[in-house]
Nanobody
Framework: QVQLVESGGGVVQAGDSLRLSCAAS????????MGWFRQAPGKEREFVAAIRWSSGSPYYADSVKGRFTISRDNAKNTVYLQMNSLKAEDTAVYYC???????????WGQGTQVTVSS
């Protein structure tokens, strides 16, 4: 079992930056691929970024590529999402996800609100 707690959301203006954090419980954190998803009002939840446990390779949605950076600190059981040059369309609830490849172990955090005013 993994529990995820996001933090760092808030209200910012377009062009500002925010850093989201996701703290995970559990001793097998380093075995999980970690990801960030977001859901805007009236829209489906969508993929934002992920980072592999094995290689540390990051992956991004085209909409955030070049502006967002995902990173992880396995020693702190924490994954981060650095968001720069924020746009109004980035407004959403951001969710942290932990996925253990090849297993049914998949967990979600409770979400943190990011609001970008234009």
């Amino acid at each position: 079992q993994v529990q995820l707690v996001e933090s760092g959301g808030g209200v910012v203006q377009a062009g500002d930056s925010l850093r989201l954090s996701c703290a995970a419980s559990g001793r097998t954190f380093s075995s999980y691929d970690m990801g960030w998803f977001r859901q805007a009002p009236g829209k489906e939840r969508e993929f934002v970024a992920a980072i592999r446990w094995s290689s540390g390779s990051p992956y991004y949605a085209d909409s955030v590529k070049g502006r967002f950076t995902i990173s992880r600190d396995n020693a702190k059981n924490t994954v981060y999402l650095q968001m720069n040059s924020l746009k109004a369309e980035d407004t959403a609830v951001y969710y942290c996800n932990a996925d253990w490849p090849g297993t049914r172990h998949n967990y979600w955090g409770q979400g943190t609100q990011v609001t970008v005013s234009s």
